[in-house]
């Protein structure tokens, strides 16, 4: 096979530790004529909104943006299940001449009549960007007609890239904030940001901290209903997980009501024991939270352990990439597979930035491969030159590991099983020793030399191999 | 073509001016007139002006789909990324193998000025990593809107950069806003011919253009074609491209599909066969040859169940000059015996069939051979020749199921799930997406056509020809017997 390159234009977006000259060029749009692993600005925002299970989500455009993010996310609710439909002003050809306002108008009357719902997010898609229609004044016309907040949210795909999304997603949840009462917010109390309930990872964490006598007074967006997000601003602080999407909401609220916020990962026993012991430091005004912290880590760890060392005992010294969306979560991965005795060859992210890949360099061992918004051919390339066993990434990089022969673990929206928490890790393990162990590698072409195309011998081979053993 | 081509880059669509900013422009309706003329729908009386759960996806969705089923081929959606990013994550799922689709990646200045240095950036990337025999350009939403001349792009792409070998370049309009993923699908395969089909002396080969089936239809259909010694072209042929063995190298470009030269000899086959009662008579790949290169368009259903399946046969024989082989008389024999053997367990059952409108059709016809009653058939589509459709398919003896038959083009899932609680349907037979309708109705669900999301080997799954209607009919009968089976305290292990 012809080697495989990569795109000139690229070049700076792949590293190798121990032999790096200038920082990571990332943060930069994608090279045309590449398939990128990345999605766009209206991506980014619909994922981080998607879980707020009360509020109608309208894309307004043609229909694919919508038809695509129809129900994709594990992200469970409570109450509701209105999040779980996917709603478009489907532009037809006349709209997109004559404008779209007046089907999207219509579309927000019919629908707020029928589904009665908290508020309404309303996703501009590229086309709305270009025939120009005015979602602002339909939102605000809307708002003061069903009473119900109609929020705009600014994520026409062209318009950056998905982190742009996240940050568009930002300030429309942040026109809620400041609405609702604080009274009953406790003194010890913060927010969740940044994660989304996927199989229900955010009521997991969500326990944790109540153990610790913590109130969690919203999660953003996991499991969110509009009136938790109302009274989000009473918290004390502000947890950031997932550093991509949410950190501008952080920001926003540290500014406007004075909330600091702190950096966490939930993944792994070593980060997730951090993000305790950090909130319980952060109350040390009342030593009784950081002494339940600590024997909350003590029990879920013991509880865990024993059965993490005998996954560790299987997987020692086996070989894994990493290629997600954010890179904070590829750091917890890193650090999370080390547990389970493998070592991480290749990681990238869609998204990370300068800092970022700088400080991924280093806790990744010498000659790991770094990447910044990578495409099939070069996530193939690299997986075949480390000779991983195993690659961790989302439902676009399954078919790349699965087509090579080598195992998978889905950590991204569409996960069905929680990966935080101390229980995560554990399924974590379970889910990576149940791929990388499975004896149906014995038949891929990758572990079976001289085997090209098929799995099972041809009478010729096999005749040989026969007469060989002969003494 | 694209209607608003005429149109430069970012006229307003208000006063049609192309140095007017469209959000400012005083031509422009205000909102607070529209509030007043927009007809208040207070009452939940139907949902006329938003589509919920769409039963339908996107123009370039088909269209890359069909260019992947050609050797050789790279699919380009000019656009900006998140479309191909979507489409190839849709895709995937359902094939679960490595789906491969760049993007020129507009930025907000192609937007405003166009995309064509994107463009030949784009193919510049593309033919260095991926060394394609074809680019097939598919022209998204976005750059449709802005009035994207492709004509004028590849001519001045070339003008700069032919030199021999390079890859064959082809384009389809595939703005969303204009028809569905099936349109997308039909027109992509239309431009496929008619940039590479090329006249010659007449031959015996016959084109197949099956339209958007599974790959396990694919090689049935080839199988078919062999077994009747006839050369054939059949395009797009996806079944290896999107159902291959497991690498030992990555490859760019999957092995499979339909050959660049088979392409070229469609102009000069004695025959295409389509099919699709829907696409009948419009502008389709079939229709193209008939009038540029004289070869004759004979329109067929999808062959699902019996009628058609034997309509089917019947123009390969004449056309191949040989009976239908026993291996399939026997195989429609069996079928036969197995109708009789099950048929009390499915006349008069209640049906609801959905997806794309020959599916539809197909799969309705089928269900009235059996003895089912099909009392919604519903798609997305809005060709508005679904009825129609469903008529052709099926033979004069069973037209009176039609009676009762409710047929409904141009919906989505949340009015076939309203239908449906009205219509208390016994099982649904359709893609995946009908899921949750089947399980609040607690009535099995009989997956088939695309996407299949929620099971794995959906693209593996056989429609067509005896064999296919067999299958159907097995798992129809069995999810049947099932229901009841589960349904009941008695617990029957004999039924
Ligand atoms: S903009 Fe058009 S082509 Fe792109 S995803 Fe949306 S509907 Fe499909
Ligand atoms: S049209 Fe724009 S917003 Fe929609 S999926 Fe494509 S890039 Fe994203």
Redesign the interface.
Same mark, same amino acid.
């Given at each position: 096979?012809?080697e495989?390159?990569i795109?000139p234009?690229r070049e700076g977006q792949v590293q190798r530790k121990g032999n790096v000259s200038a920082p990571m060029a990332c943060n930069k749009?994608?090279?045309?004529?590449?398939?990128?692993?990345?999605?766009?600005?209206?991506?980014g925002s619909r994922v981080v909104l998607y879980p707020i299970s009360d509020a109608l989500h309208?894309v307004h455009?043609?229909?694919?943006?919508?038809?695509?993010?129809?129900d994709i996310r594990g992200s469970l609710s409570s109450g509701q299940q209105l999040h779980r439909?996917?709603?478009?002003?489907?532009?037809?050809?006349m709209?997109? *001449?004559? %404008?779209g306002?007046?089907?999207?108008?219509? !579309?927000l009357?019919?629908?707020i009549?029928?589904y009665k719902p908290k508020a309404a997010f309303i996703y501009s898609t590229? *086309?709305v %960007?270009?025939?120009?229609d005015?979602v602002e !004044?339909?939102c605000r016309?809307m708002t003061a007609?069903a009473g119900i907040p109609v929020i705009p949210v600014h994520s026409e795909?062209?318009?950056?890239t998905k982190k742009d999304g996240y940050r568009a997603a930002c300030e429309a949840v942040a026109t809620l904030l400041g609405t609702g009462s604080t009274e009953d917010v406790k003194p010890h109390s913060v927010n969740i940001l940044g994660d989304f309930n996927l199989a229900g990872e955010t009521w997991i964490i969500k326990k944790y901290y109540e153990r610790m006598g913590i109130q969690v007074v919203t999660c953003i967006t996991g499991d969110a209903k509009i009136e938790d997000i109302r009274r989000a601003h009473g918290a004390k602080l502000n947890l950031v997980q997932c550093s991509g999407s949410m950190t501008h909401l952080a920001k926003m609220m540290e500014e406007k009501y004075g909330i600091p916020f702190k950096r966490v990962s939930y993944f792994g026993i070593e980060d997730m024991s951090a993000a305790l012991y950090d909130t319980a430091k952060f109350f040390s005004n009342d030593p009784t939270i950081m002494q339940r912290a600590q024997d909350l880590v003590r029990e879920e760890v013991g509880n865990i352990y024993p059965q993490l060392q005998a996954y560790r005992e299987e997987l020692q010294g086996k070989k894994a990439a990493i290629y997600v969306g954010g890179s904070f979560k590829a750091f917890s991965l890193v650090r999370a597979l080390r547990l389970i005795g493998m070592q991480t060859a290749v990681v990238g992210s869609q998204t990370g930035g300068p800092d970022d890949y700088k400080q991924l360099a280093e806790i990744c061992d010498e000659g790991t491969i770094i990447v910044d918004d990578s495409n099939?051919?070069e996530l193939?390339?690299f997986v075949?030159e480390k000779d991983v066993d195993l690659f961790i990434g989302g439902?676009?990089e399954?078919?790349?590991a699965?087509?090579?022969?080598v195992a998978f673990c889905d950590h991204n929206h569409e996960r069905k099983e929680p990966l935080a928490g101390f229980v995560g890790m554990l399924n974590f393990a379970k889910e990576v020793y149940s791929s990388v162990m499975s004896p149906v590698w014995n038949f891929?072409?990758?572990r079976q030399p001289g085997?090209?195309?098929?799995?099972m011998p041809s009478a010729q081979e096999k005749s040989v191999s026969l007469e060989e053993k002969t003494p | 073509m694209s209607t608003l081509s005429s149109q430069t880059v970012s006229a307003c669509a208000s006063c049609n001016s192309f140095d007017c900013d469209p959000s400012t422009c005083s031509a422009r309706q205000p909102v607070e007139e529209i509030v007043e003329t927009a007809p208040f729908a207070a009452s939940t009386e139907g949902i006329t002006a938003a589509t919920r759960n769409a039963c339908k996806l996107c123009t370039p969705l088909g269209a890359c789909l069909a260019f992947r089923g050609v050797e050789g081929a790279i699919p380009l959606l000019h656009g900006s990324q998140g479309c191909s990013t979507y489409i190839r994550r849709y895709l995937i799922s359902h094939f679960r193998e490595p789906i491969d689709i760049a993007s020129s990646n507009f930025t907000e200045d192609s937007a405003v000025f166009g995309g064509s240095s994107n463009f030949k950036t784009a193919v510049k990337n593309l033919r260095r990593q991926y060394e394609p025999e074809l680019i097939a350009v598919a022209t998204t939403c976005l750059s449709e809107t802005i009035g994207e001349d492709m004509k004028r792009l590849f001519h001045e792409y070339y003008a700069e950069n032919w030199e021999e070998g390079h890859p064959h370049m082809v384009h389809v309009s595939t703005a969303s806003y204009r028809g569905t993923h099936i349109d997308g699908f039909h027109n992509a395969v239309r431009a496929l011919v008619e940039t590479l089909a090329v006249s010659g002396p007449r031959t015996r080969r016959v084109n197949l253009l099956p339209g958007m089936v599974s790959t396990a239809d694919l090689q049935h259909l080839k199988e078919i074609l062999a077994d009747f010694g006839l050369p054939y072209t059949l395009l797009p042929d996806y079944s290896e491209s999107l159902d291959g063995e497991t690498w030992a190298e990555y490859e760019k470009l999957p092995s499979g599909g339909t050959p660049m030269k088979a392409i070229a000899e469609t102009g000069s086959a004695q025959l295409s066969i389509e099919f699709g009662h829907t696409i009948a008579g419009t502008k389709t790949a079939g229709q193209f040859l008939e009038e540029k290169f004289c070869v004759p368009c004979r329109s067929l259903g999808l062959p699902i169940g019996i009628g058609e399946t034997d309509a089917f046969l019947e123009t390969l024989g004449t056309a191949s000059g040989r009976t239908v082989p026993a291996k399939y008389r026997q195989e429609r024999g069996r079928l036969v015996d197995s109708l009789v053997d099950g048929h009390k367990y499915v006349f008069g059952k209640r049906a609801i069939v959905y997806g794309e409108e020959d599916l539809v059709a197909g799969l309705c016809a089928f269900l009235c051979e059996i003895g089912v009653e099909p009392v919604l058939c519903a798609s997305g589509g809005e060709s508005g020749r679904l009825e129609e459709a469903i008529k052709t398919a099926h033979p004069a003896p069973l037209r009176k199921s039609m009676a009762k038959m409710e047929i409904r083009g141009g919906v989505d899932f949340a009015e076939i799930g309203e239908d449906a609680e009205r219509l208390k349907p016994d099982f649904l037979i359709g893609n995946s997406k009908g899921y949750k309708i089947a399980k609040k109705l607690n009535v099995p669900l009989i997956r088939c056509g695309f996407p299949i999301h929620d099971r794995i080997g959906g693209h593996r799954l056989l429609h067509l020809g005896y064999r296919g209607a067999q299958r159907l009919y097995d798992e129809i009968v069995n999810a049947l017997l099932e229901a009841k089976q589960e349904g009941s305290e008695i617990g029957y292990s004999y039924l």
């Open positions: 096979m012809k495989i390159e795109i234009e749009k994608s090279a045309a004529g590449s398939v990128s692993q990345r999605a766009c600005v209206f991506c309208v455009g043609p229909i694919g943006c919508a038809a695509y993010t129809w439909n996917s709603f478009s002003t489907d532009l037809r050809e709209d997109v *001449i004559y %404008g306002e007046k089907k999207l108008l219509l !579309a009357r019919q629908l009549a029928r590229c *086309i %960007g270009v025939i120009g005015d !004044a339909v016309t007609e795909g062209f318009k950056g099939p051919l193939a390339k075949l439902v676009k399954r078919p790349i699965y087509k090579l022969g891929v072409p990758r085997r090209a195309h098929t799995g | -």
